[in-house]
């Protein structure tokens, strides 16, 4: 079964940092590009950040660029996002997605539960 | 304000067909497939419709997804209560913001459907 697992949301003051991890399991982790969406309180789905399969392509939503990176480790199966400079408007649900292939503008079909990031 | 965009909400009785409506541009719905996502509060999206009108295995065949020029949309049939929850639409943009040097993931404001 494909699952994707984030962690490390937590409460964090303005200005400081956080790494969100997303664990996937049940299938080839390299054969597909990862996504980072995320959903402020209320609101609707926003893209925070893509990567490709092999780690070559990135791209970033202009309201994270400078402040966020994405990486991944296809040893470890595991998604990152680092998040410096935090504000209060990035308070909200993250989602780890999985896109249905390498490169980075194909189908996004498998969403992780979510983990809460408060900036306060 | 989202890229794409969606009527806030619908509404329809058990039974009826409803359609959600999304209207994009040429950089991203004109020139790109659509996907539809399906959310219950506090839960995960899921995947309804990808490439603009595919079923992925295991949605029933209420729901259907068509495209047209920079505008897609989502009809479900036969419509019943556990179909009430948000629909969202989304588009690989090739051109964020008017920038040919910028390319991402872009989302309608999604859509509140009430069954009556």
């Known amino acids: 079964e494909v699952q994707l697992l984030e962690s490390g949301g937590d409460l964090v003051q303005p200005g400081g940092s956080l790494r969100l991890s997303c664990a996937a399991s049940?299938?080839?982790?390299?054969?597909?590009?990862m996504s980072w969406v995320r959903q402020r309180p209320g609101k609707g789905l926003e893209w925070v950040s893509v990567?490709?399969?092999?780690?070559?392509?990135?791209r970033y939503a202009e309201s994270v660029k400078g402040r966020f990176t994405i990486s991944r480790d296809n040893y470890k199966d595991t998604l990152y996002l680092q998040m410096n400079s935090l504000r209060a408007e990035d308070t909200a649900v993250y989602y780890c997605?999985?896109?249905?292939?390498?490169?980075?503008?194909?189908?996004?079909?498998?969403w992780g539960q979510g983990t809460t990031v408060i900036v306060s | 304000q989202s890229v794409l965009t969606q009527a806030p909400s619908a509404s329809g009785t058990p039974g009826q067909r409803v359609t959600i409506s999304c209207s994009g541009n040429t950089s991203n719905i004109g020139s790109n497939h659509v996907q539809w996502y399906q959310q219950f509060p506090g839960t995960a999206p899921k995947l309804l419709i990808h490439?603009?009108?595919q079923r992925p295995s295991g949605v029933p065949d209420r729901f259907s997804g068509s495209k047209s020029g920079t505008s897609a949309s989502l009809a479900i049939s036969g419509l019943r209560s556990d179909d009430e929850a948000d629909y969202y639409c989304?588009?690989?943009?090739?051109?964020?913001?008017?920038?040919?040097?910028?390319?991402?993931?872009?989302f309608g404001g999604g859509t509140k459907l009430t069954v009556l």
């Open positions: 990567l490709s399969g092999g780690g070559g392509v990135v």
């Open positions: 049940g299938f080839t982790f390299s054969n597909h590009a």
């Open positions: 989304a588009a690989w943009d090739d051109s964020l913001n008017g920038d040919d040097s910028l390319s991402g993931w872009v």
């Open positions: 490439r603009s009108s």
């Open positions: 997605s999985r896109g249905t292939a390498e490169v980075i503008y194909y189908t996004i079909d498998v």
